[in-house]
């Protein structure tokens, strides 16, 4: 049997093929890329919940009832969208998350949902999370300030869960 | 500016080329397989994926372990086919790159070929696509550093619901059923992978999807010697209460993952404009569209030997509708011709040994006639003062486009049909012939050099009739960074010419007028 080519001329060939190949297996996993700088963490704050409906439920008169489909008489007339859901994030007495969150869905009757990522310093901080989730003006519903300490490289999560008593450290 | 950087990339390539060409012939120069070996690399990453997927433990908790388990317990087989997962994933990424610049540099990728070339712009997508959801299967820390960054790349898109990196938030958050998700995706993409790959192919005939066998098994032996010597190896089990930091990542998949961390509105926007101008690229100016090929149903037998030259699938044969007494005839897809006027060569029609009445062939470009080919033979023979005469027969894409007014200047050599040497020959009207094409493993037109190779060696119809001296013909494949081996090579035959004309004076020949019809029969 011969080769269509010649036995240096396939050498020579391999040759390039390995260091082609070499490059692509050196460059699959080098250099190291540092997402945080060392001695950071990551506070990531994240909730999805939903606030009070836009208005408050009304009850149906009678007459209303009557006009309804038999299937369809509820006393209770429920609007579909919910509140905009205002949060805050402060960390060490400074506000670095300030926002109105608006529900989700082209209702407008989906969760408020948020999920940001702050880098901190390693080291004990004092984390702030509030929320307003009625129709108050001012003030907020719902709040938890907690000394925390980061480590580097650590990853902590703060979430909102009303079943759970509001806001929580995953 | 587009232009300049294409002239730059295209002498990169060429340097390339003929350094391979060199090392390996142009037979298995890999820079000529470049789309075959994208091929071959997906069928390797496809076999070595499906044996992968066989000890794979699809479980959140187990995904991880799994891997690690074959990786060192079985590093001999297992490991060594993760290895070739890997890096003939990462080769993909290069070939695909070196595929799309080279068709660039040659300036492949305009009229009819807009197709080939828009088609590749979702296979860029979805090799990519296959990529990164591959990584996150090992749920080491590249792939917690992968999913988090890529959920939270398309949360900043505004079509999901719920924020998708609420599933990286902690470790309970993420599910078995979201990590099944994942293994479903990372079939169901490679599988659109590959359809879009088979469509890429759709418009051109005789695609190269596999490279020649001793190229293949090169490939195949250097990634078994790479993985040898350097496995792919994961980097410690994902832990969603950490930052994944430093992370090595795979600079061929995740070129832009730094910049999702900072900016990703800015990262979409490149990827969005960066797909755009791609797509656009076919019909960006200069346009330079030639008049597709035209069919004289007079001059046309139906005999098809031009559907089986045409290199994009430009023509069809149909039901004769003419009444002349032949079954079919061809139609001329005028979205698909390149007008490389392959199907001119091809078509037995083109005879110049005509003596009567119009000079037309069955298939014929409309700006470069076969007509005109011979009247400037004529003229080119008329001129030549020198001794030996030659006619060069040059490609408008190889190294004869330099030489200016002396050459018989075509899209493509193959536009030419051999008997257009034999009458240049046979009349005494030169005294050599000199082929001057593309280099050998970049034809402009894809098979016009394979196809004049043939047809010069009788082994491909229309043959080069065998009373033809082949010591009067050179063909020369050179690049247009080549001008200077041209130039060589033929002072080389023109001293061969002289000599041969001390030896043998040279015998002509007179043909009686050939018919459309003889000649087609």
């Known amino acids: 049997m011969s080769l269509p080519v010649s036995i240096p001329r396939l050498i020579g060939l391999f040759a390039v093929l390995t260091a082609v190949t070499a490059f692509a297996a050196t460059f699959s996993n080098a250099p190291a890329y540092r997402q945080i700088p060392a001695g950071t963490g990551v506070i990531k704050f994240s909730f999805s919940h939903s606030a009070d409906r836009g208005r408050e439920c009304r009850r149906r008169t009678p007459e209303e009832l009557a006009k309804l489909p038999p299937n369809m008489r509820r006393p209770l007339d429920c609007p579909r969208s919910r509140r905009a859901i205002f949060a805050e994030l402060a960390i060490d007495d400074v506000v670095v998350f300030s926002k109105e969150l608006p529900p989700s869905g082209f209702a407008k009757d989906g969760p408020s949902q948020v999920y940001r990522r702050f880098m901190v310093a390693a080291g004990s901080h004092t984390i702030a999370a509030r929320l307003r989730d009625t129709p108050r003006a001012s003030g907020f519903d719902h709040e938890r300030i907690e000394a925390v300490s980061v480590r580097p490289g650590q990853s902590l999560a703060l979430d909102f869960r009303p079943e759970h008593g509001g806001f929580i450290w995953r | ?521």
């Open chain 2, 1 to 521: 500016m587009i232009a300049l950087v294409r002239r730059g990339t295209a002498r990169g390539f060429d340097a390339a080329e003929r350094g391979l060409n060199r090392l390996a012939g142009p037979a298995v120069n890999p820079l000529a397989q470049l789309g075959a070996l994208g091929f071959f690399l997906f069928w390797i990453v496809v076999v070595s994926g499906i044996y992968l997927f066989m000890l794979f433990d699809t479980g959140v908790e187990n995904a991880h372990a799994s891997i690690e388990w074959y990786s060192t317990r079985y590093a001999w087989h297992a490991g060594v086919m993760r290895s070739f997962h890997r890096y003939a994933s990462d080769m993909m990424i290069v070939v695909m790159a070196l595929h799309l610049l080279r068709e660039f540099s040659r300036d492949r990728y305009r009229g009819g070929r807009w197709f080939s070339w828009v088609t590749g712009v979702p296979v860029i997508w979805f090799l990519y696509m296959s990529g990164i959801t591959g990584y996150w299967l090992v749920w080491d820390q590249l792939a917690q550093y992968i999913a988090t960054t890529s959920t939270e790349l398309l949360d900043w898109l505004p079509i999901f619901g719920e924020p998708i990196a609420r599933n990286f938030l902690a470790p309970s958050s993420l599910s078995n059923r979201f990590f099944t998700l994942l293994v479903f995706l990372h079939i169901a993409v490679p599988l659109l992978l590959l359809f879009m790959l088979w469509i890429h192919i759709q418009r051109i005939t005789r695609p190269k999807v596999n490279p020649p066998r001793t190229l293949a098994a090169l490939t195949m032996l250097a990634l078994l010697a790479v993985s040898i010597v350097k496995p792919a190896l994961s980097q410690g089990a994902a832990d969603l209460a950490k930052v994944p930091s430093p992370v090595g990542l795979d600079w061929f998949y995740l070129p832009l993952y730094p910049l999702a961390d900072a900016a990703p509105g800015a990262l979409w926007g490149l990827l969005g404009a960066a797909t755009v101008m791609l797509a656009a690229m076919p019909w960006l100016p200069p346009l330079r569209r030639m008049k597709p090929a035209t069919v004289d149903l007079d001059h046309c037998n139906g005999c098809g030997r031009c559907v089986e030259d045409c290199p994009y699938d430009a023509l069809q044969l149909v039901l004769r509708s003419d009444g002349l007494p032949y079954h079919v005839e061809v139609v001329v897809n005028t979205d698909k011709c390149v007008s490389c006027g392959i199907c001119t060569g091809a078509c037995p029609s083109s005879t110049p040994f005509r003596s009567t009445g119009p000079l037309d062939t069955g298939i014929d470009l409309p700006d470069v006639t076969f007509a005109s080919m011979r009247e400037r033979l004529h003229e080119l023979a008329a001129r030549d003062t020198s001794s030996p005469r030659l006619l060069v027969i040059g490609c408008w894409h190889g190294a004869a486009a330099a030489r200016g007014e002396d050459v018989l200047s075509l899209p493509c050599v193959a536009a030419a049909p051999p008997s257009l040497i034999d009458y240049a020959l046979s009349r005494g009207l030169v005294d050599g012939v000199v082929i001057a094409g593309c280099s050998e493993s970049a034809c402009y037109n894809r098979l016009g050099v394979e196809w004049m190779q043939q047809r010069i060696a009788g082994e491909r119809n229309p043959y080069l009739r065998s009373r033809v001296p082949r010591d009067r013909i050179l063909s020369v494949w050179a690049s247009p960074a080549e001008g200077a081996r041209l130039d060589h090579e033929i002072n080389t035959f023109k001293v061969r010419l002289a000599k041969l004309a001390q030896e043998q004076p040279q015998q002509q020949t007179t043909e009686t007028p050939t018919t459309v019809r003889e000649a087609a029969s």
